[in-house]
């Protein structure tokens, strides 16, 4: 893999932003096992995941936690690592307009400087916990760009997720007040996932494929089964996994590469 640690200014965020990206390269271990090295040629593009940081969390965390550049490489897959804060990948009330960025002016910088496909076919978007939710929120937002997305202990119910953090149940760093203009009133927002997902199945908009998947032992896992009902009423092509497991980086790691697997990757890189 060749890797890219990069920073440049975002119009959108109004701040320079950090960004990593793997990029698939022939390394030592293919062509010391015989193995297929021919695909970054002049012209090739390579299907692309955007896995996105939890709470607490920003673009290292997934090179530094995980072996996702090792999958990566496996399966020929370029991986697009940003960070959005504490934002809840919201465009924020009183804060940084996350959403938009990693919706449209990343996407659009990324496909500009690297080999990376522009089909939707090729577009893939992944997160865990906070990062869980977010993925679904890029993927719904914007389906026409983005053939799956998966969430790894996601907090998919944002709603639940707000009113256990207001009880005091669960913690979270999250500022309401500076993410949302009126955070009691979310409901019949985009903000919401089951309303967003309605909005755009009402539209017609071609729905991308969810995976959803969480550790029995995880605090979060009551708020993903109900997550889960939900989007099995809404009719969306979902698959779904439990295993034993907390939410923690041990879980993350080992199945992150099953959503690899569940993606239906081409192990290629492609021509366009």
Same mark, same amino acid.
């Given at each position: 893999m060749a890797f890219f640690q990069v920073n440049f200014f975002s119009s959108t965020l109004c701040f320079g932003t950090d960004v990593d990206v793997f990029i698939p390269t022939p390394n030592s271990?293919?062509?010391l096992n015989h193995k297929k090295p021919d695909y970054l040629y002049d012209g090739a593009r390579f299907q692309t995941l955007y896995p996105l940081h939890s709470a607490y969390g920003d673009y290292t965390?997934?090179?530094?936690?995980t072996s996702?550049?090792?999958?990566?490489?496996?399966?020929k897959l370029a991986v697009v690592m940003p960070s959005a804060s504490n934002s809840f990948y919201q465009d924020m009330y009183r804060g940084s307009a996350y959403l938009?960025?990693?919706?449209?002016e990343l996407p659009a910088f990324v496909e500009t400087m690297f080999p990376l496909s522009r089909k939707r076919e090729d577009r893939f978007v992944a997160g865990l916990s906070m990062g869980g939710y977010g993925a679904l929120r890029l993927a719904f937002t914007r389906p026409e760009r983005y053939a799956a997305c998966a969430s790894l202990? %996601?907090?998919?119910d944002l709603l639940a997720v707000r009113d256990q953090i207001h009880s005091g149940e669960i913690e979270g760093p999250f500022c309401w007040e500076d993410i949302f203009a009126d955070p009691a009133a979310l409901e019949q927002t985009d903000a919401n996932l089951f309303h967003l997902i309605a909005r755009q199945q009402a539209a017609g908009a071609p729905l991308p494929r969810v995976f959803q998947s969480? %550790?029995?032992?995880?605090?979060i896992y009551?708020?993903?089964l109900s997550a889960r009902d939900r989007l099995r009423q809404l009719g969306v092509d979902l698959t779904w996994e439990e295993h034993p497991g907390i939410h923690d980086w041990d879980y993350w790691d080992t199945h992150i590469r099953r959503v690899l697997d569940w993606l239906g990757l081409k192990n290629d890189s492609v021509t366009e």
């Open positions: 271990d293919e062509i965390d997934w090179m530094r936690l996702i550049e090792k999958y990566a490489q496996e399966h938009t960025y990693l919706t449209e202990s %996601g907090a998919i969480c %550790g029995t032992e995880d605090f009551k708020a993903n």
